[in-house]
T-cell receptor
Framework: EADIYQTPRYLVIGTGKKITLECSQT?????MYWYQQDPGMELHLIHY???????EKGDLSSESTVSRIRTEHFPLTLESARPSHTSQYLC?????????????FGQGTRLTVV | DQQVKQNSPSLSVQEGRISILNCDYT??????FLWYKKYPAEGPTFLIS?????DKNEDGRFTVFLNKSAKHLSLHIVPSQPGDSAVYFC????????????????FGKGTKLSVKP
């Protein structure tokens, strides 16, 4: 079983509020990712990190920001939430090495901005 | 432009029969492919993967077939069970190099499988 955790599971928040979605993993994985997914759509990569102090934007433009101060922690922040940010946010981690590995996902955060 | 395509949004099969989920890709540099299963309001869970050096990988009821010339892979579930009802995502990645985005997973839109008792 994957040891990657996201909090909160569900969040309903008003427009203009600042929010932070938490993601932690205990597997010591160096690579971590944030995906955004809407119903019937693919998972879109919005941020990734290859290690401490490394963060990159993904394929889908996002107004969110991320930080990676510790290996196990990869929080995502929205400074001012808008209804267009309503979506499911999925955090994942993966190890690197010569062999291929799968990514492990957290349970996701369902965000609703009203 | 989508690099990983799952052209069937949904599939319905009878319990005990075979489920076949299809996936096509356009990037010939992809060399590692994965299938994930996802329930609503949950994160995806890994099912099975295949490297481009193989054309088949089997794990219990799940078998993935890869046809590199056609840039096509499929997931077979035999026998299908009602608990298999979920959305199945196909994902692909290129060879990992240190730094850069080549190793990131690219996902399709998913196929919703319904297995009827």
């Amino acid at each position: 079983e994957a040891d990657i955790y996201q909090t909160p599971r569900y969040l309903v928040i008003g427009t203009g509020k600042k929010i932070t979605l938490e993601c932690s993993q205990t597997m010591g994985h160096d690579k971590m990712y944030w995906y955004q997914q809407d119903p019937g759509m693919e998972l879109h990569l919005i941020h990734y990190s290859y290690g401490v102090n490394s963060t990159e934007k993904g394929d889908l433009s996002s107004e969110s920001t991320v930080s990676r101060i510790r290996t196990e922690h990869f929080p995502l922040t929205l400074e001012s939430a808008r209804p267009s940010h309503t979506s499911q946010y999925l955090c994942a981690s993966r190890t690197t090495g010569r062999s291929r590995t799968e990514a492990f996902f957290g349970q996701g955060t369902r965000l609703t901005v009203v | 432009d989508q690099q990983v395509k799952q052209n069937s949004p949904s599939l319905s099969v009878q319990e005990g029969r075979i489920s076949i989920l299809n996936c096509d890709y356009t990037n010939s540099m992809f060399d590692y492919f994965l299938w994930y299963k996802k329930y609503p309001a949950e994160g995806p869970t890994f099912l099975i993967s295949i490297s481009s050096i193989k054309d088949k990988n089997e794990d219990g009821r799940f078998t993935v077939f890869l046809n590199k010339s056609a840039k096509h892979l499929s997931l077979h579930i035999v026998p299908s069970q009602p608990g298999d009802s979920a959305v199945y995502f196909c994902a692909a990645s290129r060879r990992v190099t240190y730094g850069g985005s080549q190793g990131n997973l690219i996902f399709g839109k998913g196929t919703k499988l319904s297995v009827k008792p």
